[in-house]
């Protein structure tokens, strides 16, 4: 594929590499800082102020209290005049974990962590805005950075688009990144189209009709039409979606009974469904349906089905995932670095960012085994090992300048 965004001279390139390079141990202290005082998503409180306080101390302009603690930057450059607005996104929130790692900025709030590298994402947007208000002479255009609260749950990004963020001015572009410990130190995933997937979720109560473990034909019972319905929806994937598409339904709960000789009444079950294809939107739940329906239809059982969907597949905007493909190949300094077969049926409400403007979501590449620091995100042990936060900066940067060239 051919960049459609113009090549920097090498002079540019280690001019940004350099400066970026003396940021690092601001960049470790504000994410360690960050890393002490995880929140969970819309308490964002001392987070939010911490970045504001920074912001403010840079002159920057930016606006706070979006969709409770989210917070908006914007950075005019001043190389030559153009209304074009690139938005970079940033998340804030931690989990509800509480922290294994004995290290000197392990978490002081119980029970809470930045057990998924939020702490890293924000550190990298503050370090992104504190050099670009720096060097305001070399890009042109508006960047707006968007400080979110609540993506892992229950999702900042949708209130704050709901909010304005994208408008006023209207934003044209926008990236993002995560740090990945499923890639090592020194990698970047990224590729044009789908790269996460849109998660759904269901709750059923299958109502049949209690008694006896001897007396089967008094009853309808509850945990055989559940055990049929398990099997059934399996084949949804396996014979409903085109093979070609990826998609995912698992039962992961399913509690029935009391006693072995009791038949139960109801038996519940849990579900999450994943995919990729936004036009496979509204087909899962429609197939569900039918399959609990028909069983339980066979069976002389009821049901209660409650669907819901909470985050829509990250697709990547071909021409500005090729801008941060090219941008990262520069960074990590070999193409090998790049991995494109990075998809995941995790899910981002980065997504609903996505579905208003195009843009790029990509995995900056985190794990370092030979630090022990390699654990998987969400893991009570989770770290990363904190170089990636100067290439998170230098991506950015780069991106920012060859964007409005
Ligand atoms: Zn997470
Ligand atoms: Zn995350």
Same mark, same amino acid.
């Given at each position: 594929m051919v960049s459609t965004f113009p090549n920097p001279s090498s002079v540019d390139l280690s001019r940004i590499r350099l400066a970026i390079r003396s940021l690092q141990p601001q960049l470790v202290e504000w994410r360690r800082r960050l890393h002490q005082q995880p929140e969970l998503g819309f308490q964002e409180k001392l987070t939010a102020e911490f970045v504001s306080q920074k912001l403010q101390e840079w002159g920057i302009e930016h606006k706070t209290g979006i969709a409770h603690t989210g917070i908006v930057a914007t950075i005019k450059g001043n190389k030559l005049p153009t209304n074009k607005v690139l938005a970079i996104r940033a998340d804030m929130d931690a989990l509800p974990i509480q922290e294994l790692n004995e290290v000197?900025?392990?978490?002081?709030?119980? $029970?809470?962590?930045h057990a998924c590298g939020h702490d890293g994402h924000t550190a990298i947007a503050l370090g992104t805005a504190y050099y670009l208000q720096q060097h305001r002479q070399d890009f042109s255009g508006t960047v707006k950075i968007i400080f979110q609260p609540a993506e892992e749950s229950p999702g900042g990004a949708k209130p704050m688009i709901e909010a304005g963020?994208?408008?006023?001015?209207?934003?044209d572009a926008i990236i993002g990144l995560h740090l990945w410990n499923n890639l090592p130190l020194g990698t970047v995933g990224v590729r044009a189209g789908a790269l996460m997937a849109a998660v759904e979720c269901f709750n059923c109560t299958i109502l049949g009709k209690g008694g006896h473990g001897a007396l089967p034909h008094q009853t309808v019972d509850s945990v055989v039409v559940a055990a049929q319905i398990v099997n059934a929806l399996?084949?949804?994937?396996?014979?409903?979606?085109?093979?070609i598409d990826s998609a995912v339904v698992t039962v992961g709960e399913l509690h029935a009974g009391t006693k072995r000789n009791v038949i139960a009444d109801t038996a519940r079950m849990s579900a999450t469904v994943r995919y990729f294809n936004p036009s496979l939107k509204g087909f899962f739940k429609e197939r569900v349906e039918q399959i609990i329906a028909g069983i339980c239809q066979s069976h002389g059982a009821n049901y209660d089905l409650e669907y819901w969907s909470l985050y829509p597949p990250v697709i990547n905007d071909m021409r500005i995932a090729e801008l941060v493909r090219s941008v990262a190949e520069e960074v990590v300094?070999?193409?090998? $670095?790049?991995?494109?077969?990075?998809?995941?049926m995790a899910a981002e409400d980065m997504s609903f960012f996505l579905e208003e403007v195009p843009g790029c979501y990509f995995f900056l590449g985190s794990a370092n085994p030979a630090k022990d620091l390699a654990y998987p995100h969400h893991h009570p042990r989770f770290d990363f090992d904190e170089t990636a936060l100067a290439m998170g900066v230098e991506i950015f940067i780069r991106c920012v300048e060859r964007y409005f060239l």
């Open positions: 000197p900025y392990k978490s002081q709030h119980e $029970g809470v962590m963020v994208l408008k006023n001015p209207d934003v399996q084949t949804i994937v396996a014979r409903n979606v085109n093979p300094e070999t193409s090998l $670095g790049i991995v494109p077969e990075c998809q995941t």
